[in-house]
């Protein structure tokens, strides 16, 4: 298995181009998550998937966009770059087979370096 | 979802056992305790969870309070490998629906 994978491994834009994050998972998790993180700092939820067919913001959702495209793929797109979009994108993936209140382990890719000029 | 305060940093030698605190006196009583830690330039990895009860696992123990306002995440023997973030989430289940909210963690340098 290669668990959660996540392309491309890094990427430069220039403000206002457009790109799209590409994460997959082969665990036949029902949830997939994106998250961000800045330097120093811990990661934050930009948007989450519960189950295939359905998509909620997180925390900092401005400026981006998702797809689930099936129960595999869970696309973020970038549709005008801006500096402060530079950070690392983290995708992760999670059974939820108990339902929301229960413990539930998230599977990290190993990020995407996005630096936008 | 419950707020958590860790150290920034902690150091401790190879091969020493390690213990790494957490407070989180907002914690519901459905609310679980869980550990990531993520090693330099690589996503984050589950450690280990608990709710009441102290847990072990093959890479850790989890000593929780008994009022569950803190806990303590042991490392038996330090590695190298050891070296990362460490961040202690709570809240997750409920209308959290599975959502991690990581703090800043603690940084663990492990010296040889």
């Known amino acids: 298995n290669a668990g959660v994978t996540q392309t491309p491994k890094f990427q430069v834009l220039k403000t206002g181009q457009s790109m799209t994050l590409q994460c997959a998972q082969d665990?036949?998790?029902?949830?997939m998550y994106w998250y961000r993180q800045d330097p120093g700092m811990g990661l934050r939820l930009i948007y989450y998937?519960?189950?295939?067919?359905?998509?909620d913001k997180g925390e900092v959702p401005n400026g981006y966009n998702v797809s689930r495209l099936n129960k595999r793929e869970f696309s973020l797109r970038l549709e005008s770059a801006a500096p402060s979009q530079t950070s690392v994108y983290f995708c992760?993936?999670?059974?939820?087979?108990?339902?929301?209140?229960?413990?539930?382990?998230?599977?990290f890719g190993p990020g995407t370096r996005l630096t936008v000029l | 979802d419950a707020k958590t305060t860790q150290p920034n940093s902690m150091e401790s030698n190879e091969e020493e056992p390690v213990h790494l605190p957490c407070n989180h006196s907002?914690?519901?009583?459905?609310?679980?305790i869980h550990w990531y830690r993520q090693l330099p330039s690589q996503g984050p990895e589950y450690v280990i969870h608990g709710l009441t009860s102290n847990v072990n696992n093959r890479m850790a123990s989890l000593a929780i309070a008994e009022d569950r306002k803190s806990s303590t995440l042991i490392l038996h023997r330090a590695t190298l490998r050891d070296a990362a973030v460490y961040y202690c989430?709570?809240?997750?289940?409920?209308?959290?629906?599975?959502?991690?909210?990581f703090g800043q963690g603690t940084i663990l340098t492990v010296h040889p």
């Open positions: 989430i709570t809240g997750i289940g409920g209308t959290s629906y599975g959502k991690l909210t």
């Open positions: 665990m036949n998790h029902n949830s």
């Open positions: 907002t914690i519901s009583g459905t609310d679980y």
């Open positions: 998937s519960a189950s295939e067919g359905t998509t």
């Open positions: 992760a993936s999670s059974s939820l087979a108990g339902g929301p209140a229960t413990p539930d382990t998230q599977y």
